[in-house]
């Protein structure tokens, strides 16, 4: 099983930044991906940034040039730097990892969805 927490969510003022983490944790044997999603209210789940094991990114356009995903192998944890913040950043935003929890399962391609339950992220005008 993979446990993720994140942190870092806040009130703050637009053009201001924050930075998010998630930090993994419990038994697995590999995350092959990590993504940052956000919820607005009335809007559906999006995929803000993500990151895999090979350290290649992808972000969605709304956030490029602002936000930034990146890793820390050493600390299992991944975080979002995001900059010149926006009023219509605000959400409650997910960390999902994309992870095998068995050596057996990741040579078969078992790879299992984990999400963590979120942190506010409110910026005023």
């Known amino acids: 099983q993979v446990q993720l927490v994140e942190s870092g969510g806040g009130l703050v003022q637009a053009g201001g930044s924050l930075r998010l983490s998630c930090a993994a944790s419990?038994?697995?044997?590999?995350?092959?991906?990590v993504g940052w999603y956000r919820q607005a209210p009335g809007k559906q789940r999006e995929l803000v940034a993500a990151?895999?094991?090979?350290?290649?990114?992808n972000y969605a356009e709304s956030v490029k040039g602002r936000f930034t995903i990146s890793r820390d192998n050493a600390k299992n944890t991944v975080y979002l730097q995001m900059n010149s913040l926006k009023p219509e950043d605000t959400a409650v935003y997910y960390c999902?990892?994309?992870?095998?929890?068995?050596?057996?399962?990741?040579?078969?391609?078992?790879?299992?969805?984990?999400w963590g339950q979120g942190t506010q992220v409110t910026v005023s005008s």
């Open positions: 419990g038994t697995f044997f590999s995350i092959n991906a």
């Open positions: 999902n990892a994309r992870a095998s929890i068995t050596s057996a399962q990741a040579m078969n391609g078992v790879i299992g969805n984990y």
């Open positions: 990151i895999t094991s090979g350290a290649s990114t």
